[in-house]
């Protein structure tokens, strides 16, 4: 997973930081719900894809509940390194400006409540990549 979500996170986040407004006020910084946004709009299978990197890391419980209507199961700082791989991580605290043990901690924090919003009901959204980021930019504005 890392290899691909690299390639799509460096693309993405140097595209927007030439004015797309995604930043913060002009700095090239963006917030991890927004990193973590653009990557589930814009990797293959969208969400599902997502959904199916946890599993196949052995995270399937985790990320099951976060997609059912239970209370959300937490992941550690190391289960959320081990899926994103450690050149996500670094690039995403080079975009945040944040230390990368701060990246982890916002990502297990921010990740299971965004699944969850992303999926009412306890299913998965038949939507594409923009529907997927319109819904996600709704949820950012709660």
Do not use: C, Y
Not at 5 to 20: E, M
Not at 26 to 52: H, K, R
């Amino acid at each position: 997973m890392s290899g691909f979500l690299g390639q799509v996170l460096g693309s993405l986040l140097g595209g927007a930081s030439q004015g797309s407004g995604m930043g913060n006020a002009g700095s090239g910084q963006f917030s991890i719900p927004q990193i973590l946004l653009q990557l589930i709009a814009n990797q293959p299978g969208g969400l599902g894809g997502l959904v199916q990197q946890f599993q196949q890391a052995g995270l399937g419980p985790q990320v099951g509940s976060w997609v059912g209507t239970g209370a959300n199961m937490p992941l550690d700082r190391q289960q959320i390194g081990n899926v994103f791989g450690d050149d996500v991580v670094e690039k995403m605290a080079e975009h945040t400006g944040l230390p990368r043990d701060e990246v982890l901690g916002q990502i297990s924090q921010t990740l299971p409540a965004m699944v969850d919003g992303m999926t009412p009901g306890g299913q998965m959204p038949d939507a594409s990549g923009n529907d997927l980021l319109e819904l996600g930019m709704k949820l950012l504005g709660r």
